[in-house]
């Protein structure tokens, strides 16, 4: 396991970044140098890929306290491998949790959540992976503006055995404008960083749309967000249309469609906000379909079924 987590660190070598370092018991660090912040790994029958995910965080420059690894209920042996897996590490940093049963990722997502110690949660999807320097970016941002309550970045899609894309210069950090124009691009979960004690969580009766519904939630309620210009985690598939639960668009545009009346039901979107979001919508949900029907065509892949990848 070593032995892959330094081929990790090597194949998504970045240069130093030109930033003021950190003071010792900075927010977000503590003084040992390990970022406090609890990696939240949902896990559904992920047996050929939480290690490498796993990898990628043991490789972080500025490594996390804790990383919980929660099995859905995958039935198949992934609760033994994640508990093999946890025993390459040292002591105590991987912890494992289990699902009664198989009930999406939003259930252990949370359960993961209320299991965290730390500070900060990043998440982290089982076929995801990371960028070395990704956190260590990530909590210079919040040391630097104690009000930021969620931070993140942008994603890419590119094969597993890829270099991470290279950092961009300059590094900057914007802040999130409080409407949802952008919500579904600019919060891919995998990116993200937020609050421990923020008083919201993923509904655990949706299993398309909970994590947009989250975001949502949190910027719409006010709460700082900001964004960090540079790519520090990689899709190793499409973001939709390409299996899984995404994979099925109708139910994906479905789902979004019903968290934003839930948005509405809540107060935090206005009736007109919600016309003008729906008929966005539906021109992205048409440009889902013809992308993914182009990309199909060109890899001679069948029609996708609605198949269940996770939960």
Not at 56 to 75: F, H, M, N, T, Y
Not at 99 to 116: D, I, K
Not at 286 to 295: E, K, S, Y
Request: glycine fraction near 6%.
């Amino acid at each position: 396991m070593v032995d892959r987590t330094e081929r990790v660190r090597k194949k998504m070598a970045a240069p130093a970044l030109a930033l003021p370092p950190l003071a010792t018991g900075s927010a977000g660090m503590g003084s040992t140098g390990v970022a406090s912040v609890s990696v939240v790994v949902p896990c559904f029958r992920c047996g050929d890929t939480i290690a490498e995910a796993v990898a990628s965080v043991a490789a972080q420059i500025l490594r996390p306290a804790e990383v919980l690894l929660v099995d859905d209920g995958s039935g198949d042996g992934t609760l033994e491998c994640l508990q093999r897996l946890a025993r390459h590490y040292p002591e105590g940093w991987i912890k494992v949790l289990s699902m009664p049963c198989n009930g999406g990722p939003s259930g252990a997502r949370n359960l993961g959540w209320e299991h965290a110690t730390q500070t900060w949660i990043a998440f982290l999807d089982a076929d995801d992976t990371w960028h070395p320097h990704k956190l260590k970016l990530q909590m210079e941002v919040v040391a630097r503006d104690p009000q930021i309550a969620v931070v993140f970045h942008p994603m890419n899609v590119q094969a597993r055995e890829a270099p991470a894309p290279a950092l961009t210069y300059p590094l900057k950090v914007t802040l999130a404008k409080r409407h949802l124009l952008r919500i579904r691009t600019s919060f891919p979960t995998a990116s993200v960083v937020l609050r421990r004690h923020l008083p919201f969580r993923f509904d655990e009766n949706r299993k398309r749309a909970e994590d947009f519904l989250l975001w949502a939630q949190i910027l719409l309620s006010g709460y700082r967000c900001a964004c960090l210009n540079q790519v520090l985690a990689s899709w190793h598939k499409e973001p939709f249309g390409a299996g899984g639960l995404s994979g099925d668009l109708a139910a994906m545009y479905a789902a979004a469609l019903d968290a934003r009346r839930a948005l509405h039901a809540q107060g935090l979107l206005g009736w007109w906000q919600l016309q003008v979001l729906n008929c966005i919508s539906l021109v992205r949900h048409a440009r889902r379909h013809i992308l993914t029907f182009a990309r199909r065509r060109a890899h001679g892949m069948p029609r996708q079924t609605n198949s269940l990848k996770s939960q």
